[in-house]
Nanobody, 121 residues
Framework: QVQVVESGGGLVQPGESLRLSCVAS????????MGWYRQAPGKQRSVVAR???????YYADSLEGRFTISRDAAKNMVFLQMNSLQTEDTAVYYC???????????????WGEGTLVTVSS
C-alpha cells in the first residue's frame, strides 16, 4: 500500500509565491522519480516538473525560471516552489511518484488526490 499526499495549495494574488509539498509513504522499495502535474478547468493534465532519483530535473518549457522542483530523498518528499504566480497558473496540482514496492518490485505510477492553487486578485 502506497500513499501520495500533497499539501500547500491555497489562494494567492498574482505575483505572489507558494510552495507545494508532497510525501510518498507505505511499502516503498525505491523511488525512480517524483513530479508535479497540473490540471486547469477544461484542460488536460500536463507535466509541470519532475525530478529523478539522481537529482536530474525537467520542467515544462513555459514554467522553468518561475517554478523550482526539489526533493528530500531521505523522506520521500518533493517540493514545488512557485514564484511570480499568474492567474493562468490556477489549477489542481497533482503529485506523481514513480516507484516500486517491496512486494511487487515492479515500477508503477502513484498519484495524490491533488491540491488546489488559485491565483486571483
Amino acid at each position: 500500500q502506497v500513499q501520495v499526499v500533497e499539501s500547500g495549495g491555497g489562494l494567492v494574488q498574482p505575483g505572489e509565491s507558494l510552495r507545494l509539498s508532497c510525501v510518498a509513504s507505505g511499502n516503498i522499495g525505491g523511488i525512480n522519480a517524483m513530479g508535479w502535474y497540473r490540471q486547469a478547468p477544461g484542460k488536460q493534465r500536463s507535466v509541470v516538473a519532475r525530478i529523478t532519483n539522481d537529482g536530474a530535473t525537467y520542467y515544462a518549457d513555459s514554467l522553468e525560471g518561475r517554478f523550482t522542483i526539489s526533493r528530500d530523498a531521505a523522506k520521500n518528499m518533493v517540493f514545488l516552489q512557485m514564484n511570480s504566480l499568474q492567474t493562468e497558473d490556477t489549477a489542481v496540482y497533482y503529485c506523481n511518484a514513480n516507484l516500486w514496492t517491496v512486494d511487487l518490485r515492479v515500477s508503477r505510477n502513484f498519484w495524490g488526490e491533488g491540491t488546489l492553487v488559485t491565483v486571483s486578485s
